[in-house]
């Protein structure tokens, strides 16, 4: 059961480039979502999707972009990439937004830009 | 608006020591509440949740009780095994998504 995968683990890139995270989950979840973990701040929330062709900003949204086309994948796009950016990126997905249930998170992936 | 506040760390115990750690919450509602634990190079993972007032989530001796009249959820073990070392966050359910706290390392040395 391989749960919520993302791929790269980890990736370097330099100031103005652009990547896509992956983001993958076999649980039939219909809600994604994207945090970035900063050393002492917590985890903060980027964008969510609670379906299919619905996507939404969360708290930090500016300068990154996703879409879904498919319940198993929820991309992230960064366009243009930032020092800023440097962070650990989560996916997670639960069974429905109320959150009561579980959510599921994949093992990060570490960007750095230079 | 919601926040969950939890104690700053990082907090050095020995083995089979007592641990607390502090978390409150500000939200409009009933939120369900979580503790979730990061150990090292991983996601995250629940821990143990608790979805109304008195309940009291519990998993691999951690326990945790939703207090209504504080906005509390501490967490707590009475004795802590050096395989508990991790960084805990506690989080509330609100909407469609997960407010965390800051998160408090763990250390435990035998």
Same mark, same amino acid.
């Given at each position: ?80 990439? $930032? ?11 639960? $069974? ?19 | ?15 089979? $020591? ?93």
């Amino acid at each position: 059961n391989a749960g919520v995968t993302q791929t790269p683990k980890f990736r370097i890139l330099k100031i103005g480039q652009s990547m896509t995270l992956q983001c993958t989950q076999d649980m039939n979840h219909n809600y994604m979502y994207w945090y970035r973990q900063d050393p002492g701040m917590g985890l903060k929330l980027i964008y969510y999707s609670v379906g299919a062709g619905i996507t939404d900003k969360g708290e930090v949204p500016n300068g990154y972009n996703v879409s879904r086309s498919t319940t198993e994948d929820f991309p992230l796009r960064l366009e243009l990439a $930032a020092p800023s950016q440097t962070s650990v990126y989560f996916c997670a997905s639960s $069974a429905r937004g109320k959150l009561d249930t579980e959510a599921f998170f994949g093992q990060g992936t570490r960007l750095t830009v230079v | 608006g919601n926040s969950v506040t939890q104690m700053e760390g990082p907090v050095t115990l020995s083995e089979e $020591a007592f641990l607390t750690i502090n978390c409150t919450y500000t939200a409009t509602g009933y939120p369900s509440l979580f503790w979730y634990v990061q150990y090292p190079g991983e996601g995250l993972q629940l821990l143990l949740k608790a979805t109304k007032a008195d309940d009291k989530g519990s998993n691999k001796g951690f326990e945790a009780t939703y207090r209504k009249e504080t906005t509390s959820f501490h967490l707590e073990k009475g004795s802590v095994q050096v395989s508990d070392s991790a960084v805990y966050f506690c989080a509330l359910a609100a909407g469609t998504a997960l407010i965390f706290g800051k998160g408090t390392t763990l250390s435990v040395s035998s």
